[in-house]
């Protein structure tokens, strides 16, 4: 089963907005990283939070990570149309070895 | 190289065949990683070796899968009799620290008729 959830499945959005993505997983984890991913195929990292931290930016990229409702949100501002992708989380839990991806949110930014 | 390598990027074969992916990592990542993604599905973890152990092989689906990595870097995922659930993008990637910052190559789209 999947560790991290994320939500909601599908944004779309205009050029500008911000964009919202939350994820949710069920078990403690030692990090929580975001990846990208374009047109089906290999996976790009994006930030790594770890789980004594609360917020991490970089650039346009905010990531919050709450351990008490075991959940984090990534945060784009000023999204652009080449923003439009696949964003999946993914976490590493401290009883497992395994790192465990998400369903994803796919994000379209329009122009 | 620059970056995880997959070969090759398309494979078609017949049911019952066997087909062999290869990956080569990143030079000097000791942690290599092996996922499957269906269409418009998540990733599902299927192996990941450090150097050339593989301490869990527990999310290989049949075993009709298996991989080993040679000499701390390239890698072979090897599917035995292929069925058509099988058909999927082959993903791996490599890391310089376990779990941490994965570099992904661009896949191996395998089609099982």
């Known amino acids: 089963s999947q560790q991290g959830e994320e939500d909601p499945q599908a944004l779309s959005i205009q050029e500008g907005e911000n964009a919202t993505m939350n994820c949710s997983y069920k078990t403690s984890i030692n990090n929580l990283q975001w990846y990208r991913q374009n047109s089906g195929r290999g996976l790009v990292h994006l930030i790594l939070?770890?789980?004594?931290?609360r917020e991490k930016h970089s650039g346009r990229l905010r990531v919050t990570l709450d351990t008490s409702k075991k959940s984090s949100s990534l945060l784009i501002t000023a999204s652009r149309a080449a923003d439009t992708a696949s964003y999946f989380c993914?976490?590493?839990?401290?009883?497992?070895?395994?790192?465990?991806f998400g369903e994803g949110t796919q994000l379209t930014v329009n122009p | 190289g620059a970056g995880v390598s997959q070969s090759p990027s398309n494979k078609v074969t017949e049911k019952g065949k066997d087909v062999e992916l290869r990956c080569d990592p990143i030079?000097?990542?000791?942690?290599l990683y092996w996922y499957r993604q269906s269409l418009g599905q998540g990733l599902e973890f299927l192996i990941y070796f450090q150097g050339n152990s593989a301490p869990d092989k527990s999310g290989l689906p049949s075993d009709r899968f298996s991989a080993e990595r040679t000499g701390g870097s390239v890698s072979t995922l090897t599917i035995q009799r292929t069925q058509q659930e099988d058909s999927a993008v082959y993903l791996c990637?490599?890391?310089?620290?376990?779990?941490?910052?994965?570099?992904f190559g661009s896949g191996t789209q395998l089609s099982v008729l």
């Open positions: 030079s000097g990542h000791t942690a």
């Open positions: 993914a976490t590493e839990e401290t009883s497992g070895s395994r790192l465990t």
């Open positions: 939070i770890r789980s004594n931290e």
């Open positions: 990637a490599s890391s310089l620290v376990f779990n941490e910052k994965l570099f």
